[in-house]
């Protein structure tokens, strides 16, 4: 075994471990720490596969952004000591149906998908072309929807918060 498919093996048994602990956690800010590292280590899989600039966003967006993002609406709207209630047999067994059906799914199609070596190398790309799409405005820019996205999720946060600070009226 070669370090990379050793390093493919920690990456991917950490994604699959804290995606799992992300979900059952019952301290909202532990799951928001296990997601992190779930993303941590997506980052570290793009690197493996010489994507460093997809690599690059999954940490500064995802990694750094979102869960900044997450950690700040928690301790905005909730105590940091607050549990969520334990999971009921129902609510476990119709999740691990819905689990059992996408797994079942995905290898399905994974299967049946015929993967075909690529026999050229991989290509420099040009920066400056990236660049101008990410910055522009035009038909292949990518500025505008980012914005969109930007104050949606700013819309989102601050209605959460109006929503978990508002006091019932009796």
């Known amino acids: 075994m ?6 493919f093996y920690i990456f991917s048994g950490m994604i699959l471990v804290f ?3 992300t979900v059952t956690s019952q301290r909202i800010l532990r799951a928001a720490f296990y997601l992190l590292v779930v993303l ?3 980052a570290g899989i793009y690197f493996m596969l ?12 995802y990694a750094g952004g979102i869960v ?10 909730s105590h940091i000591s607050q549990k969520f209630e334990p999971i ?9 149906i819905a689990v059992a059906a996408g797994a079942i799914l995905t290898i399905l199609t ?13 290509q420099n790309p040009d920066m400056q072309v990236i660049g101008r799409s990410l910055l522009g405005y035009n038909k292949n820019g990518y ?8 104050v949606l999720l700013l819309a989102a946060m601050f209605a959460s918060i109006v929503i978990a600070k508002k006091e019932k009226s009796e």
């Open 2 to 7: 070669s370090s990379h498919e050793l390093m």
């Open 19 to 21: 995606s799992v602990l």
């Open 40 to 42: 941590i280590s997506t």
């Open 50 to 61: 010489n994507y460093q600039f997809l690599a690059a966003v999954q940490l500064t967006l």
């Open 68 to 77: 900044v993002l997450i950690i700040f609406s928690i301790l905005l709207t």
């Open 88 to 96: 009921g047999f129902k609510k476990w067994f119709f999740s691990a």
């Open 110 to 122: 994974v299967i049946k998908y015929g993967f075909n070596e690529t026999v050229t190398s991989a």
């Open 143 to 150: 500025a505008l929807p980012f914005e969109v996205i930007s």
